[in-house]
C-alpha cells in the first residue's frame, strides 16, 4: 500500500490523513474522507474537467470544478446523486440549500 504526499484528492477536497508511518513521516490517503476509498467512480472523476451542469462555465484546471452531492447526504455517493459544478454555483448551492447543516 503506498502513501500520498499531502494534496488534493480527484474531487478538489483535502487528502485524508492516514497517520504516521514505519518512518514517523505523516501519510494521506488518494482520497479526501468523502470520497474515501474510491467511493466516488472513476467515471465521476474522470467528468471534472467538464464544464459546469448548473451554469456551463468551462474550466483551465480541474481544481476550479467541484462534485457536488444533490441532495446534500455527502454519504450518498451514487453516481445519480452526484454533479459537477463550478466552486462557485457549489458554494451558491450549499448556501442556499443549508446543505453544512
Given at each position: 500500500?503506498?502513501?500520498?504526499?499531502?494534496?488534493l484528492?480527484?474531487?478538489?477536497?483535502k487528502?485524508?490523513?492516514k497517520?504516521?508511518?514505519?518512518?514517523?513521516?505523516?501519510?494521506?490517503?488518494?482520497?479526501?474522507s468523502?470520497?474515501?476509498?474510491?467511493?466516488?467512480?472513476?467515471?465521476?472523476?474522470?467528468?471534472?474537467?467538464?464544464?459546469?451542469?448548473?451554469?456551463?462555465?468551462?474550466?483551465?484546471?480541474?481544481?476550479?470544478?467541484?462534485?457536488?452531492?444533490?441532495?446534500?447526504?455527502?454519504?450518498?455517493?451514487?453516481?445519480?446523486?452526484?454533479?459537477?459544478?463550478?466552486?462557485?454555483?457549489?458554494?451558491?448551492?450549499?448556501?442556499?440549500?443549508?446543505?453544512?447543516?
Open positions: 500500500m503506498s502513501s500520498y504526499v499531502k494534496g484528492c480527484a474531487c478538489g477536497n487528502q485524508e490523513s497517520g504516521i508511518n514505519y518512518l514517523g513521516k505523516k501519510t494521506y490517503s488518494k482520497y479526501c468523502t470520497c474515501k476509498r474510491g467511493k466516488i467512480q472513476k467515471n465521476n472523476l474522470l467528468k471534472i474537467d467538464k464544464s459546469c451542469e448548473k451554469c456551463g462555465f468551462v474550466p483551465i484546471h480541474p481544481s476550479q470544478m467541484d462534485i457536488d452531492h444533490i441532495d446534500g447526504n455527502h454519504r450518498n455517493n451514487d453516481s445519480s446523486n452526484l454533479q459537477v459544478l463550478c466552486a462557485n454555483c457549489h458554494r451558491l448551492k450549499t448556501y442556499k440549500n443549508k446543505d453544512w447543516k
